[in-house]
């Protein structure tokens, strides 16, 4: 449904003056949940590049322990990856104004779910 001109006026201006405000960005930046889950890949390639030192360090030491352990280090944070990688593809958060509607993949739809799909089939003449 578009909005009319004033009240894209004032969403233009509140959007101006939400854009000059670097403390709201910061803080939409860090509860962004791509942001985060973008960071705990990284770390997790750390890890895994510090389990492969471990790995080879201990097959040149011949200490199999330090070997064993550093394959455990790599997989633990492959799979703290993988995670990490599916919580970046599909965010709970969605873009404001976009046309996906949130997921329920076969559970029961939430009391929030439930009221956006009310408000989406009202009938046109009540606002």
């Known amino acids: 449904m578009p909005l009319s001109e004033h009240e894209q006026r004032l969403f233009e201006q509140i959007e101006r003056s939400l854009a000059e405000d670097p403390k709201f960005a910061s803080a939409v930046r860090a509860s962004d949940p791509r942001f985060h889950a973008r960071r705990r890949l990284l770390v997790a390639a ?36 993988m995670q990490s990688h599916r919580k970046a593809q599909s965010p709970d958060l969605r873009a404001v104004g976009g046309t996906a509607s949130r997921r329920t993949r076969g559970r029961r739809m939430s009391f929030i779910d439930r009221l956006e799909e009310r408000w989406r089939q009202r009938p046109e003449g009540h606002r």
């Open 46 to 81: 750390g890890v895994i590049i510090a389990g492969l030192g471990l790995v080879v360090y201990g097959t040149v030491s011949q200490i199999t322990l330090l070997g064993v352990a550093g394959f455990v280090v790599m997989l633990g944070a492959a799979a703290f990856a």
